[in-house]
């Protein structure tokens, strides 16, 4: 099956604390994203890669790294720097940068401070 | 700030009607109008696109409805099921940028039986 898998599904954290969320493709696709959504407030660009070792930062970036040393794999770490983080965040990956190159988004990861 | 304005925030249609969702964008550079559906607890899934050369693109029962002098364009979902029943997302991209999807807030659709 060719898809993105996101894991952990659900994700608690203590205030503080950096945690990473995984993302996975198998589709080959040469660029990667990660969102974040919030309720009533669709989703927002955290970070995004075009290429392997290559990302840009995206609308907000703040409080977040990420790496990209393999084509199927682009995790995120979520800082303590990140002011708000509890939200649900969604990875998705697109042939390339090309505006048809329709993202396909895996199943997400629910992250809870508490 | 938010590029891409989306209404109505919440919508209930019963069986059988016609389910539409509104978006109006600014920037005039934007070049791709995709629709997302997106059920709880998954990822957004791409229903429709259209670009701004056409007017009106349908896939079975869904719609998407371009008025490029008015810079807006609609979802229509005719004969809407129980089934359809999520959030919708409309979003926008300026061909130059490639990347960045500039989504509006979401709509989320309940259909009655």
């Known amino acids: 099956d060719g898809g993105i898998t996101q894991s952990p599904k659900y994700l608690f954290r203590k205030e503080g604390q950096n945690v990473t969320l995984s993302c996975e493709q198998n589709l080959n696709h040469d660029a990667m994203y990660w969102y974040r959504q919030d309720p009533g407030q669709g989703l927002r660009l955290i970070y995004y890669?075009?290429?392997?070792?290559?990302?840009q930062k995206g609308d907000i970036a703040e409080g977040y790294s990420v790496s990209r040393e393999k084509k199927e794999s682009f995790p995120l770490t979520v800082t303590s720097a990140q002011k708000n983080p509890t939200a649900f965040y969604l990875c998705a990956s697109s042939m390339g940068l090309a505006d048809t190159d329709t993202q396909y988004f895996g199943p997400g990861t629910r992250l809870t401070v508490l | 700030q938010q590029q891409v304005k989306q209404s109505p925030q919440s919508l209930i249609v019963q069986k059988g009607g016609i389910s539409i969702i509104n978006c109006a964008y600014e920037?005039?550079?934007?070049?791709?109008f995709p629709w997302y559906q997106q059920f709880p607890g998954k990822g957004p899934a791409l229903l429709i696109a259209?670009?701004?050369?056409?007017s009106e693109k349908k896939e079975g029962r869904f719609t998407i409805s371009f008025n490029k002098s008015a810079k807006q364009f609609s979802l229509h979902i005719m004969d809407s099921q129980p089934g359809d029943s999520a959030t919708y997302f409309c979003a926008a991209l300026e061909g130059n940028s490639g990347y960045a999807l500039n989504f509006g807030k979401g709509t989320s659709l309940l259909v009655t039986p």
């Open positions: 920037n005039t550079a934007f070049d791709y």
């Open positions: 259209i670009r701004p050369d056409v």
């Open positions: 890669s075009q290429i392997v070792n290559d990302f």
